[in-house]
């Protein structure tokens, strides 16, 4: 259980203080296991918080996810002991994060410290600790020149990574792991899928110019905006026109090259970006799978923004309980995995994983695939997906299912490394496509 502590009624939303407060508990919360995204639901549901300053507060979140390495090390020269309760480090390290990139944040130096003096000041759990943060904010910036080299001695200073992950990049990627690095420590694109049915590439791009929000197009189907905006500001967003999807996430639906009439089956589909895309593309029976209800919520409440219709079962993939017996023409398996390959999207997941984890899903994950694979007519295809940069849960997973089942591996892109450039700019995604031998 996620702890939230509310601000009293009287702290000013609009302040950075109040902004410093409740990122700090969502850093505590990573922390304490949990993954950002439902910390700062927990902390929206319950809080105050008015549309802007929930933005502020998911920004700062996530930007101190992004330096967690380097301001750790920084709070390990600049504190005699770990700064307790766990909150009042969360505060630490989310303050610090904006004092090392403080052209990016865009805070003064100054502003920095007071507001974070004033964000102690405003909650219960950390009033005690006033006089400590103003003590260890301002000791960096009277010795960042001497700090700053001390704390990036350590791979995770450096890199902003756990140590255990930059050596297996490294083992994995010899010649790319420096740019797989910097690539997720990148704040991500707001990249968004044309829904073909709705509209042109063309045509949607004209529909942002006329907007004012300047766009170009990186994908078949694949538009991503010079800057990020609230998807309600997108025209033809609230309609169904355009939906939010990186670049990568685009081919999966393709692959399949479905047709109309065909019975699919989109497993492990929650949040449904997959889903609506196969839709748009034809005219389909469509069975989406998912082991959460939750989960299965948002693929409707997606699809109902796009207009379109599926089956949506709650189920395990690795049973077949749910399966009405009926053979599928084409399976999409995105199946569980890491997620190492999207850090820049979920940066906390770098500081949830253990290295046990690796091994753990990959073998969830092939009794998915072995489980699906039977209920694939003769002739059809599975495409597997992972958004995994490890080869256990990628390309050796892929091997290893032919292998087993006498799959025919048809041509698909295999691993994509993450990579962020105005010429290319997508998450780390693997691709297998394979097709089942005829009758």
Known sequence: MIQISLLPPGAKADSLAYQLAYAAQAVAAV????????????????SDAPAPARGAIQDLSYRAMRSLGLTESLLGLLANQPPQPEVLHGLLVTALALLVNEEEAGYDSFTVVDQAVQAAAISTEMSFAKGVVNAILRRLLRERATLMPQATKTPPGTWNYPT?????????????????LHAGNQAPPLTLRVNRRRATVAQYLDALQQAGMAARQVGPAAVR????????????????VVSVQDAAAQLAAPLLDVADGMRVLDACAAPGGKTGHLLELA????????????????????????????????GDARADDWWDGQPFDRILADVPCTASGIVRRHPDIRWLR?????????????QILDKLWQMLRPDGKLLLVTCSLWPQESEQQAVAFAQKHNAIRLPAPGQLLPTASETADHDGLFYALFQKPGA
């Open 31 to 46: 922390r304490a296991g949990h993954a950002l995204p439902q910390a700062l639901a927990q902390i929206f549901s319950r």
């Open 164 to 180: 255990w992950w930059i050596d297996r990049l490294k083992a994995a990627y010899p010649e790319q792991w420096q740019a797989i």
């Open 225 to 240: 905006l010079q800057r990020p905006v609230p998807v309600q500001q997108l025209p033809g967003f609230a309609e169904g």
């Open 283 to 314: 005219d389909l029976d469509l069975q989406a799978l998912d082991h959460d209800a939750r989960r299965l919520q948002r693929i409707a409440e997606n699809l109902d923004r796009l207009q379109l219709k599926a089956r949506l079962t709650t």
């Open 354 to 366: 253990r290295k046990t984890d690796t091994a753990q899903l990959a073998t969830l994950s092939a």
